[in-house]
């Protein structure tokens, strides 16, 4: 149980972990904290927060647990917001999509990384944003990885886990590199391969018939081009080395893929396509395969 929880942004993700709690009765009490005062009204009409606050100072006071739900690009500056005013044992924690850059800037607040500051990923997303698309199902059955390091608070680690599970979520954890290379390979390329088929079709004189005539694969390929750009903006310059990693070696494949094409490798081709397929069929069986 959490007697006081602040969320500093309440849009999809900071909004649905508060409905969440909610539902569960997890927490006595949930304030919000958001750039965006109008955004912080409607989050009290629609009762995904108790109350809400513009000051930080105001919003974290008291507070055993304060989570940063607000844009990869934000994140330290609300950490400067706060740093000076976090009770004595509060639990901090994120839900930022990439871990390395979030934890480098908590050592730059902090001077060194706070032990009970718990980073975190809610792997669960939908392509709309702000707290009108908060679902309280949201993180049910998906996964939330925790990127903790050898100098992490054990009962920090344990409030999180807790308040996650109370979701309906399924923690576990990972190194911070590990995350940002996993996530780079099955979040972030496909997302900025989506917005690139897209902005490329886009640049084509028959847009409208693409869309008018759409098969079932283009539009599950496109769909998460409709994701919002501010987010996908700052990841891509947020976790730059372990994406441009993933995209090199995707752009070496595609080459070949080219090649093949272009001389008519029908050997080539199958044995691509036969790879990826059998890894895919194999793995989606055994592996819910997670959105954000
Ligand atoms: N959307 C997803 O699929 C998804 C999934 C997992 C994690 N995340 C992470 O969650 C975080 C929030 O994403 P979201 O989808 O909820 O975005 P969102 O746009 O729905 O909500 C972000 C909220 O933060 C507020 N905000 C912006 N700058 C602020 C600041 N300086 N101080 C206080 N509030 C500020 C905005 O007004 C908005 O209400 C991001 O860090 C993102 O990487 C998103």
């Known amino acids: 149980m959490i007697n006081k929880l602040a969320i500093f942004g309440v849009g999809l993700i900071g909004g649905s972990l508060a409905l969440a709690l909610k539902r569960a009765g997890y927490c006595d009490l949930i304030v919000g904290c958001d750039a965006d005062v109008d955004r912080l009204c409607r989050a009290v009409e629609l009762n995904v927060i108790d109350q809400f606050s513009t000051s930080p100072e105001e919003a974290v006071a008291d507070a055993d647990v304060v989570v940063l739900a607000v844009p990869m690009l934000a994140m330290e500056s609300v950490l ?30 902090f001077d060194g990384m706070p032990p009970r ?10 392509e709309k944003s702000g707290v ?8 049910v059955a998906h996964k939330v990885i925790l ?11 344990a409030t999180v886990t807790r308040m996650w599970e109370a979701t309906g979520a399924q923690v576990k ?40 005539f759409a098969a079932g694969g283009f539009r599950d390929f496109s769909r998460i081009a409709s994701s919002d750009p ?13 994406i441009l990693d ?13 090649s093949a094409i272009m001389q008519g490798d029908a050997g080539d081709l ?23």
């Open 80 to 109: 400067e917001s706060i740093s000076e005013h976090l009770a004595e044992g509060v639990v901090l924690t994120d839900v930022g999509s990439c871990k390395a850059s979030v934890v480098a800037a908590a050592k730059r607040v």
């Open 117 to 126: 500051f718990v980073p975190a990923h809610p792997i669960a997303g939908r």
């Open 132 to 139: 009108e698309a908060s679902l309280e199902d949201l993180f």
């Open 147 to 157: 990127t903790p390091d050898n100098g992490t608070d054990q009962a920090a680690i």
């Open 173 to 212: 954890t990972l190194g911070i590199e590990q995350h940002d290379l996993v996530l780079a390979a099955t979040s972030h390329l496909p997302h900025v391969l989506a917005y690139s088929l897209v902005d490329t079709i886009a640049e084509t004189d028959y847009v409208e018939q693409i869309f008018q």
């Open 230 to 242: 501010v987010m996908w903006r700052d990841i891509c310059l947020e976790n730059k080395d372990a």
């Open 246 to 258: 993933v995209l090199h070696k995707f752009q070496s494949n595609l080459k070949e893929l080219e």
């Open 270 to 292: 199958m044995e691509t396509f036969v790879n990826a397929k059998t890894i895919r069929d194999a793995n989606v069986m055994k592996h819910r395969v997670e959105t954000e």
